[in-house]
């Protein structure tokens, strides 16, 4: 189960509908072993497409630097889909970091309500994880 906060919800909702229709991507990171979310960083989609995301590899070496420097480390990875519903696409299984990330997809598709899942990639597949929203 990934637990976050309605703030970190609500500045990823902000994010996916900014970017949209564009996919917005970003992480959530938190101290290194903990599994505990804390800071929300959106990331520059720098394939600027409706249909995946990569990060600004200058931006990333900045956050990733940041990170080992504060002995973080992401908990979650999060991106947008503008066109359909909130489910890993075979890129987005490409994209994992490790088996312990976390996963979260915000569908801003007109055609579906607004959704947020979150998933494992265990073995090139997604499993489907509970997100317990707490204040």
Known sequence: MLVLTQSQIDAIVAHARQE????ACGLIVGPAGSDIPSAVIPMRNIAESEVYFRFDSKQQLQVWRQ???EGSEPIVL?????????????EDLAFSLTPHTHHVIVSTSPDSYLEVR??????????????????
């Not at 949209?20 to 996919?23: F, Q, R, V």
């Not at 999060?78 to 075979?90: F, I, L, N």
């Open 78 to 90: 999060y991106h947008s889909h503008s066109g359909s519903r909130a489910y890993p696409s075979r």
């Open 20 to 23: 949209h229709p564009l996919e």
């Open 67 to 69: 990170m080992e420097e």
């Open 118 to 135: 979150s998933f494992r990639y265990l073995e090139g597949r997604p499993v489907e994880e509970n997100i317990k929203i707490i204040q």
